[in-house]
């Protein structure tokens, strides 16, 4: 039958690009800021936020990858700055380095880097990246809001796919003779029908 392009459409769930805090409110259903996190809501967040790429918002504009939660809130935190044994809180470090006030100071930290060097980022100061591909077990719901998505009638998906191929014009090779020649002499000739 000669050659032929098959096109054809998959669909994944990725994580929605949010603020962090924004993020662990969805998750957890409620408003974060009443209430402090009991233990299973800490582990929610821990496995749901665990290799998730984040940025620093503001001026320091840094990307990470998440690799746990801090066990004390951000307000208890603090870490050796230099090597004479300085300790500054996480709240004073990001009022003093980045003029930036912590609000959420009873949420936990995202800890960053290793664990012998760990660094830790308040929530409020951290924005999911984009285009990141979700691969954690989807609940229910989500099972069911992908599958009204993705389960259509062959002639509908058909019609999004023409639609869509339509909106991304993919420009042709320049002309070859050499190519028309070799189809026509082969008694080919080009078809942009769908097969059936």
Do not use: W
């Amino acid at each position: 039958m000669g050659l032929s392009l098959n096109i054809d459409m998959s669909s994944t769930a990725f994580i929605e690009p949010l603020p962090v805090i924004d993020f662990v409110a969805q998750l957890l259903n409620r408003d974060i800021s009443v209430r402090p996190l009991s233990d299973s809501d800490r582990v929610k967040i821990k496995k749901a936020l665990r290799g998730v790429k984040v940025e620093v918002t503001g001026n320091m504009r840094r990307k990470y990858h998440i690799s746990g939660l801090t066990s004390q809130a951000t307000r208890e935190l603090s870490f050796p700055v230099d090597d004479r044994g300085t300790v500054k809180t996480v709240v004073q470090y990001f009022m003093e380095t980045y003029g930036f006030s912590i609000q959420h100071t009873t949420l936990p930290c995202l800890q960053v880097g290793n664990q012998q060097r760990p660094n830790y980022l308040p929530m409020e100061v951290c924005k999911i990246v984009e285009g990141q591909h979700y691969s954690k077990r989807l609940n229910e719901k989500q099972i069911t809001a992908l599958l009204k998505v993705t389960c259509q009638r062959p002639q509908e998906r058909e019609l999004d796919i023409l639609q869509d191929s339509g909106s991304h014009q993919v420009t042709p090779p320049p002309h070859d003779d050499f190519a028309d020649k070799c189809l026509h002499s082969s008694g080919g000739a080009m078809n942009n029908n769908p097969m059936s």
